[in-house]
């Protein structure tokens, strides 16, 4: 199929070909669901760690008398129902990242890009490429093509100008083609790609699909 390309430099239009079998496809919303989670967990430190009565310091010494204080009978001040003693069943470290099959995450990937083709929230950019760093002219040109929040990918090596440009600019993300995952582009209103990283993303995509064991550039695509 074919989209249109706009281009910030210039406004004369041109078309860009994409892949049916990347952005042609029918979105799945439980693929999506599966990816997205997956890598929300995976992104967990899970450091999080209360103390036990047994890892709190503290004297052993019983505190009262077993009888004659008409109260209940304690030990130490340790246990949990003292203030400062410690947590029963707190959490403890441990790995939230689960498993999930190499081909599941790569159709997430295009599921994602498809959806964002069918809801009309893709847009085609020539290249990101400015003539100055300053933010005020390209929130300018932003503003005609009536972006507000997206996702900018581009190939491996970023435009200087465009770079500094879009750090000040609230709700505009731009991310490297070896970093695109589903979750960047669903939680994003609008996603710009630019021509090179179309073309780098057809020959991942196709990659990740046929990946061999050490293939590390096609394993970034989506971890």
Known sequence: ??????SFS??????????????????RSDILHRVVT??????????????????????TKKIMNQKGSGGARHSTRKPNIFRGGGVVFGPKPRDYS?????KIRSLGLKHALSSKLK????????????????????????????????????????????????????????????????????RKEKLVLTKNSIKMSVSYTHLRAHETRGNLVCRLLLE
């Open 1 to 6: 199929m074919k989209v249109n390309v706009i």
């Open 10 to 27: 210039t406004d004369k239009k041109s078309s860009q070909e994409l892949n049916d079998n990347i952005y042609g496809l029918d979105p």
């Open 38 to 59: 997956w890598q929300l967990a995976k992104r967990r430190s899970g450091t999080h760690k209360t103390k036990e009565r047994g890892e709190i310091k503290g004297s």
């Open 98 to 102: 689960t498993k999930l099959p190499k």
């Open 119 to 186: 809801n009309d929230e893709l847009i085609i950019l020539d290249e990101a490429k400015l003539s100055s760093p300053k933010t005020k002219d390209f929130l300018s040109k932003v503003k005609k093509l009536k972006i507000e929040n997206a996702l900018f990918i581009d190939s491996d090596d970023f435009d200087k100008n465009f770079e500094l440009a879009i750090k000040n600019i609230k709700g505009l993300e731009l991310i490297n083609i070896k970093g695109i995952n589903v979750y960047d582009i669903l």
